[in-house]
């Protein structure tokens, strides 16, 4: 997710950095840090202090205590939060922790957040057995001191002592769950960086497939409109030859056959220009799907013959062959009408069921007979065919000319919507 997304906001909180702590921590930290230095102040001027005033160690705890808070507020900063932190950085975590533990005689409950606080850096350098101890280490020290404290009685001193306990305990719980969310989040973040790369290399390959699919059929088609221009050119040929032979002997003859040679030049042009419109490529533009058909059907506008397109139903996403094989039903039905049909009135109509794309050309022609296996529609046949569809083509009785054909589709995700 962004930057800008509350869950990355919330998640950089509790970010394990190794070279610092998380946000929470430090906010924490600072805060407490700020208390326990009041609470000593308070204490200098002789206010709110749980110290017997006559007790000998109360000057010394008092000092230490204060004095203390340089090297926390210090070493905070520079502490190490991670396993493989070197000699000395563990040695700085080493000497705040010691520290840390200082004020607790005269911090109060300030001083017992700083500790489980403290915990933290623990757990985090030296593992949660190493903040077990440090937790174990802080509660015999705060029940020491308290014992040692003439204004405290034994169930105060056990008191404070089992809620240091308690903090401390809590504090592990809550840094292990924070550890665990943290890598909870970096694991997210690396499977999401993971998956973009991955979506982005089928991307790519899905183009390139695409590229190559639509190259074979290009260079298929262009095998296609040789053999059919070939075969224009060599009755164009034998025509010429006879006029020649024919001129002198049978000249009404040898014209003959130059008016049918140049009839069929024009027709040898006509198809070229159709094989023309028909080798341009499948994404016209950019454009896939029902844009690439309607593309398709407009393209031929102007060759003779009305060509309206229709669609019915939301487009598939479906795979680059099954889209390749109804662009080229498409293309030769309307081919096929305006080569042989002599209609002015073509229909074609694309309906999306969902589970299969049903595509039907409908000229007003002449119609053609044997038209179910001629004009090159056995090859499109077999491919619809391969892909466990079924092509019709037939001339109805009414006339003209129907191509149809049911193409099952696989959708790969949200279907898209007709253009």
């Known amino acids: ?24 921590l430090n906010v924490f930290f600072w805060g407490t840090a700020m208390l326990v230095l009041a609470v000593h102040v308070n204490a200098i001027l002789g206010e709110g202090t749980t110290i017997a005033p006559d007790w000998v160690l109360a000057d010394g705890l008092l000092a230490s205590g204060l004095l203390s808070m340089v090297p926390i507020c210090v070493l905070w900063p520079l502490l190490a939060w991670h396993r493989s932190a070197s000699a000395p950085r563990k040695a700085a975590s080493c000497v705040f922790l010691f520290s840390a533990l200082l004020p607790l005689p005269i911090g109060g409950i300030a001083a017992v957040i700083l500790v489980s606080l403290s915990i933290g850096n623990a757990a985090a350098v030296f593992g949660m057995a190493g903040g077990i101890g440090y937790a174990a280490s802080a509660t015999l020290f705060a029940l020491a001191v308290s014992l040692a404290n003439p204004a405290l009685s034994l169930v105060n001193a056990l008191a404070s002592s089992s ?105 040898a042009l006509a198809d070229a220009r159709r094989w023309v419109r028909a080798l341009k490529p499948l994404q016209l533009d950019g454009r896939a799907g029902i844009e690439a058909m309607r593309a398709l059907a407009q393209s031929f506008s102007g060759a003779g013959a009305a060509v309206r397109f229709n669609s019915l139903g939301r ?15 498409l293309q030769e039905g309307i081919t096929n009408a305006l080569r042989h049909s002599d209609a002015d009135r073509i229909e074609a109509v694309v309906d999306c069921t969902g589970e299969e794309v049903d595509l039907s050309v409908i000229d007003n022609g002449g119609g053609a007979a044997g038209a179910a296996e001629g004009f090159g529609l056995s090859g499109l046949r077999e491919r619809v065919e391969e892909a466990g569809g079924r092509l019709l083509a037939r001339s109805p009785a009414e006339g003209g000319f129907e191509l149809v054909a049911s193409v099952p589709v696989e959708n790969r995700g949200a279907e898209r919507e007709p253009a």
Do not use: K
């Not at 790519?204 to 190259?215: P, Q």
């Open 1 to 24: 997710m962004s930057d800008g997304g509350t869950p990355r906001d919330l998640s950089r909180w509790i970010e394990f950095s190794g070279s610092g702590p998380p946000r929470v």
């Open 163 to 267: 809620v240091m306990l308690f903090l401390c305990l809590a504090m592990l719980v809550v840094f292990g769950a924070l550890m665990q969310a943290w890598r909870r989040a970096e694991e997210t973040r690396r499977l999401l960086a993971e998956l973009e790369r991955a979506h982005g290399e089928l991307r790519r390959y899905a183009e390139r497939t695409r590229e190559l699919t639509v190259a074979e059929e290009r260079a298929r088609m262009a095998r296609e409109m040789h053999d059919s221009i070939g075969h224009y050119l060599t009755i164009v040929n034998m025509g010429l030859a006879n006029a020649q032979r024919f001129r002198s002997a049978r000249p009404d003859d040898a014209w003959q056959e130059v008016s049918d040679a140049q009839a069929l030049t024009q027709e």
């Open 315 to 329: 487009w598939p996403d479906t795979d680059e062959a099954t889209e390749l094989i109804c662009y080229r039903t």
